[in-house]
């Protein structure tokens, strides 16, 4: 019987957690919660609010509102008051933040280079495409 997608996808997952855990950990940044990984990538490709994140991650409000408190108390993120809006808080990586998603960074290249070298370059390409379509239907 052959085993599910979501399974095989969520396995794969594993794979480049497993970097990024080891990774942040060699350079002192383990206390960074899974979660986080996935905020400071986020905020470092362009994010900058909880609504964002929220978007940007798939998860509820009170999921990213609690995920920011975490990583403001660890030091990875600093609130703003917006300049345009006083109302509004944006989210900054603080330098630790910027270091971390650095590693973080790093660490999905080296996983993804491994995978291109066990399937082959334009196997691992193809692959990378057609999850992509996946992911963002009707684009």
């Known amino acids: 019987m052959p085993i599910p997608l979501p399974w095989l996808l969520r396995r794969v997952?594993?794979?480049?957690?497993a970097?990024?855990?080891d990774r942040l950990a060699e350079q002192g940044l383990g206390a960074l919660p899974q979660p986080g990984s996935w905020a400071l990538t986020a905020l470092a490709?362009?994010?900058h609010d909880a609504a964002q994140l929220v978007a940007e991650m798939g998860v509820s409000k009170q999921a990213v509102s609690k995920l920011v408190d975490v990583l403001v108390d660890g030091g990875f993120v600093d609130r703003k008051v917006n300049k345009g809006d006083r109302r509004r808080t944006e989210l900054v990586l603080s330098a630790q933040g910027k270091r971390a998603a650095r590693v973080i960074e790093d660490a999905i290249r080296a996983t993804e280079q491994s995978f291109a070298t066990e399937l082959g370059a334009a196997?691992?390409?193809d692959l990378v495409a057609l999850l992509n379509k996946l992911a963002t239907p009707g684009e």
């Not at 997952?13 to 957690?17: A, D, L």
């Open 45 to 47: 490709r362009g994010a």
């Open 13 to 17: 997952n594993q794979r480049y957690r």
């Open 123 to 125: 196997p691992f390409g």
């Open 19 to 21: 970097v990024v855990r």
